[in-house]
């Protein structure tokens, strides 16, 4: 059975940061890219970053560069998003998600094959 499961958000002031983690497995992690997404109510899911596995190459959104960092281990089938200096619009669900690897990073939604549940992340200000 193929599981996306996200861990790392909860409540933090402004300024913050959260290391948001994706554990995957029932596929194998090494032939996909990684892409973490965030969707706030009655908005349309958004790509924040993702990376690709065969060259580590990365995306990032204009929002968050600089601020967010994305990272995988690929011994512990795992990726990470680290979000430092968070601001209340950063306030979201946030999912991970994967697809073929490719040659050049991309959060195309369409090309995501699969979803994890996502975990909240809510920013005071």
């Known amino acids: 059975e193929v599981q996306l499961v996200e861990s790392g958000g909860g409540l933090v002031q402004a300024g913050g940061s959260l290391r948001l983690s994706c554990a995957a497995s029932?596929?194998?992690?090494?032939?996909?890219?990684i892409g973490w997404f965030r969707q706030v109510p009655g908005k349309e899911r958004e790509g924040v970053s993702c990376?690709?596995?065969?060259?580590?190459?990365?995306y990032y959104a204009d929002s968050v560069k600089g601020r967010f960092t994305i990272s995988r281990d690929n011994a512990k089938n795992t990726a990470y998003l680290r979000m430092n200096s968070l601001k209340p619009e950063d306030k979201a669900v946030y999912y991970c998600?994967?697809?073929?690897?490719?040659?050049?990073?991309?959060?195309?939604?369409?090309?995501?094959?699969?979803w994890g549940q996502g975990t909240q992340v809510t920013v005071s200000s």
């Open positions: 998600a994967s697809k073929w690897d490719g040659l050049e990073p991309s959060t195309g939604i369409n090309d995501y094959r699969y």
């Open positions: 029932g596929f194998t992690f090494d032939d996909y890219t």
């Open positions: 990376m690709t596995y065969s060259d580590g190459d990365t």
